[in-house]
């Protein structure tokens, strides 16, 4: 009886699952650029994509839909939304105030033994730089800011950035991140202002640190010509 309950219980949640996969998935296409403003989606390539049936891609569709991500025309099916500059921006300006929050939380609140894991990570990430492995620079920048959250011990205000994160598709994200942190240093700077407590440059920091990933984001988008004028016409004809 309880290995049928359990299950039960398995199926039901993989099919509260199935619905976010495939807006993940979606997600993905549309910030990338693979898909651009005024494209209509077609369930059944997506379904495919995914693995799935056209039921929880309907489902994954209508999330999409209330995150403004995709406009659905009657009788026509799921259509790109615009998606503006000021959109992206507006992204990562939200991520960056939650996110300035925690690390001047965590500069307050970090452990020694939570800044030497930082440091280690840190040297991990360097050295994933210098050997060019991408994927690798990705995973150790997301433990990175995991870290910090984890420091800054505030459970509510973790949710609410994750919550603002998810509309960012993880792979694409993690990404764009890396390339960021590559390029930069602000992940030593953080790590030295968490070492020294120093909530201020903690927070400056850490807002910086976003923020460039929006500049970066849409100079991708803009090199891959979401905003040039077959984007513009693309939405005029699906209007």
């Known amino acids: 009886m309880a290995d049928e ?3 039960i219980r398995d ?56 995150e403004g991500f995709v406009q659905l025309v009657p009788r026509r099916g799921f259509v790109v ?13 939200a991520q960056a105030q939650l996110a300035k929050e925690m690390a001047a939380r965590a500069a307050k609140k970090i452990t020694p033994e939570q800044v030497a894991r930082l440091e280690v990570n840190l040297k991990e990430f360097q050295e994933a730089v210098a050997s060019g492995d991408r994927e690798r620079i990705a995973d150790l920048g997301y433990a990175f800011h995991r870290q910090i959250n984890l420091a800054a011990d505030s459970h509510r205000l973790a ?15 993690a990404s764009i991140e890396a390339q960021v942190s590559a390029t930069g240093d602000e992940h030593p700077l ?16 850490m807002e910086h640190h976003i923020m460039a ?22 939405r005029e004809s699906a209007s």
């Open 81 to 93: 939304a615009p998606f503006t500059k000021q959109d992206v921006r507006d992204l990562f300006w």
């Open 213 to 234: 990933s929006a500049d970066h984001l849409i100079d991708i988008l803009e090199q891959r010509g979401l905003w040039d004028d077959q984007g513009a016409d693309a």
């Open 190 to 205: 953080l790590v030295e202002a968490m070492r020294r407590h120093d909530v201020r440059k903690a927070r400056s920091l």
């Open 5 to 7: 309950v359990a299950g």
């Open 11 to 66: 199926r039901m949640s993989r099919r509260q699952q199935l619905p976010e996969e495939v807006a993940s998935y979606v997600r993905e296409l549309i910030i990338s650029g693979t898909v651009k403003p005024g494209e209509f989606l077609r369930m059944e390539r997506i379904a495919e994509q995914v693995g799935v049936s056209n039921t929880p891609v309907r489902e994954g569709l209508l999330v999409l839909k209330s």
């Open 159 to 173: 949710l609410l950035l994750g919550s603002v994160v998810n509309h960012l598709p993880n792979r694409f994200y």
